[in-house]
């Protein structure tokens, strides 16, 4: 997510060529993720700001996005892991990662992009009245989660945090991954993997992780941040380093996009009729069926991606730079549009696509006039 990726070196020598499927599809997860935050506006669940009608419909629509939204990320930033090790010592791998990932979270945290979201949280919930100014040195009063205010985590930047700290526990093992991928018996490994259906396997590991935290609800399996478990995400990221260590992943995950893409949708449909039905028999294994489905989403969007965007566009350069500022911004101007429409009395449909289009106009123009051009904004916001 916050650099570009290209494909895996099959020596040190080898030119490496740019993968632009990847750079297709984290354009993709990230418009995926501002469509998902627009929406967190009208579900059923609590969030920051709320509309004043609520939709079960957008509910469910939501959670079919967290089976993989957040995983697709994680794997992605684990694949541009590998690409920057080929090519940075580990310190300066840790210098990168520190530039990128905590400038911008430290930055965002203290200054107006995440505190004037807990602003509106609190204004809108009747916590607090006044305006920002007012608002801001309390900011720093207790823990956010804690029955404070300062959010510790960054809000919808935890991501950045917890990449971070993925990065820094993987390191040793990433290493020795980059080191020793060209050895007969990590090769042997990869064939195996490459055999028909066997890529399926490795959403086995997954099944047992979420099996493990899942009895830990309130603790280490929390599902605070994007619906999975810290330890199931750490796992996403290894399992995608391991994907970007040898070529031949890229062409067997796009030879099994349909047979993926299939159970993929199948087992969301079944866990939809759980949902509406109240099955309980299916409901005691929804942790095993959402990790199931979860790789299996993953699996198609990659094939998907693998077969129809290896092709560099004008626009690509562009939108690839901007993921990272634009995800910074987007949850902050979404929350400040939704706290000015959120008791406007519009259809659920014509408030949805206001919201969204104003704030993605919004976003892009910051971006364009206030970041992309000034080199310290360009600092602050993890860009080159």
Known sequence: MVQSITSDRTSASEKTERRYDIDWI????????????????????DWHVKNNALSS????????????MMPLFFIISAMSSNYSLTKRSPKQYIVERFKRLIVPLIFGTLVIIVPVQVYIE????????????DFYPHYFDGLYAFGGNFAWMGLH?????FLFIFSMLTLPLFMLGVKKKNSPSVSHVFSFFTKPGAIFLLAIPLILMEMFVGQYRDSIGIQSFGSWSLLTYLLFFITGFFLSLDVRFKGTI???????LLIAAGITLLGIVSYLYSLESVGKYQDVLTAAASWCWLLAIFGFGSRYLTFNHAILKYANEAVLPFYILHQTVIVIFGFWIMDWELGLLAKYL????????????????LIRRINLMRFLFGMK
């Not at 354009?27 to 669940?45: A, D, K, P, S, W």
């Not at 796009?254 to 993926?260: L, Q, S």
């Not at 206001?354 to 919004?362: A, K, P, Y």
């Open 26 to 45: 984290r354009i993709f997860g990230m418009v995926t993720i501002f469509f998902y935050h627009c929406g967190r506006f009208f579900n059923l669940e």
């Open 57 to 68: 419909g957008i509910s469910i629509i939501l959670e079919i996005l967290e089976i993989w």
């Open 254 to 260: 796009e030879k099994h996009r349909v047979p993926a």
């Open 122 to 133: 609190r204004a809108s919930h009747g916590q607090f009245s006044g305006s920002f100014i």
């Open 354 to 369: 206001l919201l969204s289009l104003s704030s993605f106009v919004t976003i892009m123009l910051v971006y364009e006039f």
């Open 157 to 161: 930047l935890w991501y950045l945090e």
